[in-house]
């Protein structure tokens, strides 16, 4: 009987691989629970939230925090996902020296459409399970918000957020650390027409 036995990276391994060129700058990959995953395409209206986002996002943070954008964070002991956005506290190196790892972590944006049941279900337990305090996935098949905070871990062991809030396109927002900014949704979300 033949059995396949699932190739499980650390977080060396996995890096090892990048710097002998095993990965060309056309893979869009990433490092979860020891896998390799392959990242989901992106459509049009995920470009426009994220550059809308790009456009926005700055002018909330000011100088009080770091914007990252498709940039990799550390989550020991085996997994460096790519969320969209990722802010984080200011440091002197600007993380030249190492990527963030989840004491670092303000808040993680995801953008979704085709991958959405994938980060409301493995990257939201998994930006738990690392203590990351919030989680937003700007759901655009759903056209809202979702603001997930409190990570804890259940009595079975499952890791998730026990506040989970949602935001409608027509509403604004502040960022966690920022209580004064005001993150208008309307100016995120693309509007989607019969003709998109």
Request: negative net charge; glycine residues 6%.
């Amino acid at each position: 009987m033949n059995s396949t036995t699932l190739k499980r990276f650390s977080l060396g391994e996995y890096n090892r691989l990048g710097e002998l060129g095993f990965f060309s700058e056309d893979d869009r990959v990433e490092l979860i629970h020891g896998q390799i995953i392959q990242m989901a395409a992106k459509g049009t209206a995920h470009e426009v939230c994220l550059t809308r986002l790009l456009r926005e996002l700055p002018k909330q943070i000011g100088d009080r925090a770091t914007l990252r954008c498709q940039s990799p964070i550390v989550l020991p002991p085996d997994s460096e996902p790519e969320p969209d956005f990722t802010i984080v506290q200011n440091r002197a190196d600007d993380y030249l020296n190492s990527h963030p790892s989840p004491e670092d972590v303000l808040l993680i944006i995801e953008i979704s459409a085709s991958s959405v049941s994938y980060d409301q279900e493995e990257k939201l337990s998994l930006y738990a399970e690392a203590g990351i305090t919030n989680y937003w996935i700007f759901n655009l098949l759903e056209n809202h918000l979702e603001v997930n905070s409190e990570p804890y871990q259940g009595l079975l062991g499952k890791f998730g957020y026990s506040v989970k809030r949602i935001i409608l396109p027509n509403q604004a927002i502040a960022i966690p650390f920022s209580p004064d900014s005001s993150l208008n949704l309307s100016r995120i979300f693309p509007i989607i027409t019969a003709d998109s």
